[in-house]
């Protein structure tokens, strides 16, 4: 079925999901989360992945994932069992984890706020070594900082889970691109989600427009690490 948008513009469902975590309470709505989130990600998740698929030149696309509802709580002091939140991705085909792989689309619906992103999200020792021989490389680090200064001007915003507080040792602390060199990984965060549009079948083409245009970007990440 083609995406209808989800069951509100807020997904207020999450809300009340963190101040009720309780079994009790989320079984009794689990319904609601099913038919309001967790299936209009998947229709919206399969239906961008086809739409994009060609501008992907370079890399294929695997399939979309969502991730579970559930929280993994065994080392954490934190044992509230359900996330505020649902996230699906579409990965590009590449071994490892598919935290480690670069991701053409990443969508966040739920608290603390909803957004959309793309790029490389955590790179394992191996990726991160040759990430850091890209950047250094005055050609593909000239790449990178076009492909990167064309997306801000269209309203995306770089950013990395994690970074280091110096330049990684055998790299000039002094080099032109030595924001990049202290990164653990690498995303573009998209323009805000437009009010609504959560609730919206227009979100499936918003979507569409904007991974298009961060799929340089995907591409550039998964040439460099792999």
Same mark, same amino acid.
Request: aromatic residues 10%; proline residues 7%.
């Given at each position: 079925?083609?995406?209808?948008?989800?069951?509100?513009?807020?997904?207020?469902?999450?809300?009340?999901?963190?101040?009720?975590?309780?079994?009790?309470?989320?079984?009794?709505?689990?319904?609601?989360?099913?038919?309001?989130?967790?299936?209009?990600?998947?229709?919206?998740?399969?239906?961008?992945?086809?739409?994009?698929?060609?501008?992907?030149?370079?890399?294929?696309?695997?399939?979309?994932?969502?991730?579970?509802?559930?929280?993994?709580?065994? &080392?954490?002091?934190?044992?509230?069992?359900?996330?505020?939140?649902?996230?699906?991705?579409?990965?590009?085909?590449?071994?490892?984890?598919?935290?480690?792989?670069?991701?053409?689309?990443?969508?966040?619906?739920?608290?603390?706020?909803?957004?959309?992103?793309?790029?490389?999200?955590?790179?394992?020792?191996?990726?991160?070594?040759?990430?850091?021989?890209?950047?250094?490389?005055?050609?593909?680090?000239?790449?990178?900082?076009?492909?990167?200064?064309?997306?801000?001007?269209?309203?995306?915003?770089?950013?990395?889970?994690?970074?280091?507080?110096?330049?990684?040792?055998?790299?000039?602390?002094?080099?032109?691109?030595?924001?990049?060199?202290?990164?653990?990984?690498?995303?573009?965060? &998209?323009?805000?989600?437009?009010?609504?549009?959560?609730?919206?079948?227009?979100?499936?083409?918003?979507?569409?427009?904007?991974?298009?245009?961060?799929?340089?970007?995907?591409?550039?990440?998964?040439?460099?690490?792999?």
């Amino acid at each position: 079925m083609a995406f209808q948008g989800f069951a509100d513009p807020d997904a207020r469902f999450f809300r009340l999901l963190a101040k009720n975590q309780k079994r009790e309470w989320f079984q009794a709505r689990k319904a609601e989360f099913e038919a309001g989130y967790h299936e209009p990600m998947q229709e919206l998740l399969a239906e961008v992945a086809a739409a994009v698929d060609a501008s992907f030149e370079h890399c294929e696309l695997d399939a979309p994932k969502i991730f579970r509802i559930f929280r993994d709580v065994r &080392f954490s002091k934190d044992k509230s069992p359900y996330k505020t939140h649902l996230g699906g991705l579409i990965p590009t085909r590449q071994q490892g984890k598919v935290t480690e792989v670069p991701m053409a689309l990443y969508l966040h619906v739920g608290e603390p706020r909803s957004f959309a992103a793309a790029g490389h999200y955590m790179m394992s020792p191996e990726q991160l070594g040759k990430f850091r021989a890209a950047v250094a490389d005055d050609t593909r680090g000239h790449e990178l900082d076009k492909l990167l200064a064309s997306l801000k001007k269209k309203g995306f915003s770089p950013d990395s889970h994690d970074h280091y507080q110096r330049v990684p040792k055998g790299y000039d602390p002094a080099h032109p691109r030595a924001e990049h060199l202290k990164r653990k990984g690498l995303t573009v965060g &998209f323009p805000a989600l437009p009010a609504g549009i959560l609730a919206s079948k227009k979100l499936s083409p918003w979507l569409v427009k904007h991974v298009k245009t961060a799929a340089p970007l995907v591409e550039w990440l998964v040439l460099a690490t792999h």
